[in-house]
């Protein structure tokens, strides 16, 4: 079982950037496809980001588009996702997770490792 752990959180103003990390302590990505989710609490848990490494496909959640990039390290042990131009509605608890099988997919429910999650706060 890969123990994925969160990193990068804290308090930015809104219109700076942040960059969250993911690390894999038990294996690299390579076979699984990885995402970011977050969730406010008294919400449910929203898509962000996801990316195949073994081909480098990635796909965003509408609210993200354009402003952050999810991607990996050399070494495909590490998850980064690069959030730019942060608005205050994208505070939440990011959460990194992991599924295997084929195809990138935006719902939590297909994603059966979770990391405990790193907390962004973007004042106005």
């Known amino acids: 079982q890969a123990l994925l752990v969160e990193s990068g959180g804290g308090l930015v103003q809104a219109g700076g950037s942040m960059r969250l990390s993911c690390v894999n302590s038990?294996?690299?990505?390579?076979?699984?496809?990885v995402g970011w989710f977050r969730q406010v609490p008294g919400q449910s848990r929203e898509f962000v980001a996801a990316i195949d490494f073994s081909d480098g496909r990635t796909l965003y959640g509408d609210s993200v588009k354009g402003r952050f990039t999810i991607s990996g390290g050399d070494r495909k042990t590490t998850l980064y996702l690069q959030m730019n131009n942060l608005k205050p509605e994208d505070t939440a608890t990011y959460y990194c997770?992991?599924?295997?099988?084929?195809?990138?997919?935006?719902?939590?429910?297909?994603?059966?490792?979770w990391g405990r999650g790193t907390q962004v706060t973007v004042s106005s």
């Open positions: 997770a992991a599924r295997r099988g084929m195809g990138l997919n935006p719902v939590s429910d297909t994603y059966a490792i």
């Open positions: 038990e294996r690299s990505f390579l076979g699984v496809i």
